[in-house]
């Protein structure tokens, strides 16, 4: 099955500053990359996704690049707040292709502690 | 839009008692999720359901984890008889369609079995 290495798997910075989080997995067929922010007593949320086909996505601060050949991808945030801190975890999906259908089970990393200073 | 809703937000029980669960997905979303976040194992997907119908339970880590979608709109996780190692946060997360890759997750349920 799929798995998924994060890391670092703390991280801190300096409010203003760039924050990179890496993730490698290992099933070529995944196609289906997104990252999850998990603030304390919350539940994960969405915040940035790409799929096999694409290399790179950006949304604002944030953006994610994906190299398919070396396996691993990666989330940038630029001009990082002190709201930014919080677990960030990666996950890869392989489609079920058995099924015809998008499906593929969530792998996630074991997530990243990122700490933003003021 | 109201979210994926999760009940109760904590529970507390001995171990032996049985426990019950419940998610409430995203209007409209055909693909509920049950996963579990622990420190040692992270998060890790217990059961999917597809139009009401389970299609893969092969992360319920035993038989006393059990895993019900009577309707669209209510689900439920049952963990009978619970033992201390059940302790952990339970997420119940929602896809619009079996098409679709984007899941959405609930806040949570934390367990404590003492």
């Known amino acids: 099955g799929e798995n998924v290495e994060q890391h670092p798997s703390t991280l801190s910075v300096q409010e203003g500053d760039s924050a990179v989080i890496k993730c490698t997995y290992s099933?070529?067929?995944?196609?289906?990359f997104p990252w999850y922010k998990q603030e304390l007593g919350k539940g994960p949320q969405l915040i940035i996704d790409?799929?096999?086909?694409?290399g790179e996505k950006k949304d604002q601060r944030i953006a994610v690049t994906l190299n398919k050949t070396a396996k691993h991808f990666s989330l940038h945030i630029t001009e990082t707040q002190p709201e930014d801190s919080a677990v960030y975890f990666c996950?890869?999906?392989?489609?079920?292709?058995?099924?015809?259908?998008?499906?593929?089970?969530?792998?996630f990393g074991q997530g990243t502690i990122l700490t933003v200073h003021p | 839009d109201a979210g994926v809703i999760q009940s109760p937000r904590h529970e507390v029980t001995e171990m032996g008692q049985e426990v019950t669960l419940r998610c409430k997905p995203i209007?409209?979303?055909?693909?509920l999720f049950w996963y579990r976040q622990t420190m040692m194992r992270g998060l890790e997907l217990l059961i999917y359901?597809?139009?009401?119908?389970?299609?893969?339970d092969s992360g319920m880590p035993e038989d006393r984890f059990s895993a019900k979608m009577p309707n669209a709109s209510f689900s439920t996780l049952k963990i009978q008889p619970s033992e201390p190692r059940d302790s952990a946060v339970y997420f119940c997360?929602?896809?619009?369609?079996?098409?679709?890759?984007?899941?959405?997750f609930g806040p949570g349920t934390r367990l404590t079995v003492t």
């Open positions: 359901f597809n139009n009401n119908v389970p299609i893969d």
């Open positions: 996950a890869a999906s392989t489609p079920d292709g058995s099924r015809g259908t998008s499906y593929g089970k969530l792998t």
């Open positions: 790409i799929r096999s086909n694409v």
């Open positions: 209007s409209g979303h055909n693909s």
């Open positions: 997360a929602s896809r619009l369609n079996r098409y679709t890759y984007e899941q959405y």
């Open positions: 099933d070529s067929a995944s196609n289906y």
